[in-house]
């Protein structure tokens, strides 16, 4: 059972890497390009104030826009500088027809879009304390590859958990948006015991779980979530452990 548990973590690992590659296009968005009516347009070298202009696009000039985070655009210039640009300048610019364009405000459209996502965890499982990091790829709007790993500080025993989960969000676009989970992994259990020697312990687990997304602002979402966990040990008897868990994500 344990070859067939790091069969899977590989297999898991493979597609992850396959659809970073292949999947790229399903998240091309359409590029329009805009005419600069202001004197000029600033350019940035990141999303941010803080980063400085290195290139300035001149009146009349035309840019393509590639993407958008929050409130910052990436524009790329008939020259092929490409910078990033505040969207109160953008709102200045023009369409090539030369009419307005509604620049709508960055909203929970930037989470729809996301292709990676990082967070961070704490919480317990089965009375032991847990702290997780985790590493997300999105497939589709609603379904994520998520490859996690997590320390167990227990009175009597520590050890470490990794995991691989397909999360499935059926309502993406809900401010708090519920979520299911489904996967498998490898927990390796070390006793405290110093007085009677005790065999360190790898099992597999396969878990079943479910939680909740909540939007915040910009990147950043709450994460709140409960799994149980099925643990194949080499006795007669598996046994059932409850995970709770409740962090932070940031998303691109």
Excluded at 221 to 239: G, I, K, Q, W
Aim: net charge neutral.
């Amino acid at each position: 059972m344990k070859g067939s548990c790091r069969t899977l973590l590989w297999i898991a690992g493979t597609l992850l890497l396959g659809f970073s590659i292949s999947a790229h296009a399903w998240f091309e968005n359409y590029t329009p390009e805009v005419k600069v009516s202001d004197p000029y347009l600033d350019m940035h070298t990141g999303p941010g104030r803080g980063f400085p202009v290195f290139h300035v696009a001149g009146q009349g000039e035309s840019v393509t826009i590639l993407k958008r985070k929050t409130d910052w655009f990436k524009v790329r210039t008939v020259r092929g500088k490409e910078g990033w640009v505040s969207s109160a300048q953008m709102r200045s610019t023009r369409g090539l027809d030369g009419n307005q364009i509604d620049w709508k405000k960055a909203d929970r459209s930037e989470f729809l879009n996301r292709r990676w996502e990082f967070g961070f965890a704490g919480g317990d499982l089965d009375g032991a304390r847990l702290l997780s990091a985790y590493a997300g790829y999105a497939l589709t709007q609603n379904i994520m590859l998520q490859f996690e790993v997590a320390k167990i500080l227990g009175d009597f025993s520590d050890g470490e958990l990794a995991t691989a989960s397909i999360v499935m969000t059926p309502f993406p676009e809900w401010r708090v948006s519920p979520f299911f989970t489904v996967g498998t992994g490898v927990i390796h259990v070390k006793p405290h015991s110093t007085v009677v020697r005790s065999e360190d312990r790898e099992d597999e687990v396969a878990h079943a779980g479910l939680g909740a997304n909540v939007y915040l602002t910009d990147r950043f979402v709450m994460r709140l979530e409960y799994r149980r966990h099925t643990v194949f040990t080499s006795r007669n008897d598996n046994e059932e452990v409850d995970q709770w868990k409740a962090g932070f994500s940031v998303f691109f």
